[in-house]
């Protein structure tokens, strides 16, 4: 079955420091994989994806995201952070087997404190 | 360009009534879905379409849901007899095509409230 776990429900990080969100992912076929982040009252905004190719994907904001076949896993990084950059961010997957839908993380609050 | 519309935004309605929700897509995406996102979830899918018709409505919770899409373009989802545990707000989302590699563009969502 296909799923996705956010192990962390909010993380926390000072104006400036890198940051890192983690995700990992299971699928029965191989994955598609996405980066979404939300905002309060505001719909969910697409930040990058994986699709094939290089393990590193560089998406908006300067957010960017290593694909890590071993560990199943797609975690969400920054080098710097923002205080803008707080808010909800969602990993999401899509499965080559059966694509027809994402599934969604249970998502973590970023909190970057000036 | 103009994003994906969703109206209303906000919708209160009395236990065991109807609702419709609707969603403008992004024009020409041919891929629609739409999600429901509690309080401190993720978003769970409710139902696909590609073109005109459902190609996937395995997360369509009870036969109280039901999802069109007559011209290929805007979507409407309808609830029957609503109840308090409906409440949640409802996502829509587009995409150019139905492929696995392309991204989905969200509405900013219906909160639905049934009290």
């Known amino acids: 079955a296909q799923s996705v776990a956010q192990p962390e429900d909010q993380v926390n990080v000072a104006e400036g420091n890198p940051l890192t969100v983690k995700c990992t992912y299971s699928?029965?076929?191989?994955?598609?994989l996405f980066w979404y982040v939300q905002y309060p009252n505001r719909g969910l905004q697409f930040l990058l994806k994986?699709?094939?190719?290089?393990?590193l994907v560089k998406g908006s904001y300067g957010f960017e995201a290593e694909f890590n076949k071993s560990q199943t896993s797609f975690h969400l990084k920054k080098p710097s952070a923002l205080v803008s950059d707080s808010a909800l961010y969602f990993c999401?997957?899509?499965?080559?087997?059966?694509?027809?839908?994402?599934?969604f993380g249970s998502g973590t609050k970023l909190n970057v404190k000036p | 360009g103009a994003g994906v519309s969703q109206t209303p935004s906000n919708k209160v309605t009395e236990k065991g009534k109807y609702v419709e929700l609707r969603c403008d897509p992004i024009?020409?995406?041919?891929?629609l879905y739409w999600y429901r996102q509690s309080l401190g979830q993720g978003p769970e899918f409710l139902i696909y379409f590609q073109g005109t018709g459902a190609a996937d409505d395995s997360g369509l919770p009870n036969d109280r849901f039901f999802a069109v899409r007559p011209e290929g373009s805007v979507s409407t989802l309808k609830i029957q007899r609503t109840e308090r545990g409906d409440s949640a707000v409802y996502l829509c989302a587009s995409s150019l095509r139905g492929t696995g590699d392309t991204e989905a563009f969200f509405g900013q969502g219906t909160r639905l409230t049934v009290v």
């Open positions: 024009s020409g995406h041919t891929a």
């Open positions: 999401a997957v899509r499965d080559t087997a059966n694509f027809n839908k994402f599934y």
């Open positions: 699928v029965s076929g191989n994955p598609y």
């Open positions: 994986y699709i094939t190719g290089d393990n």
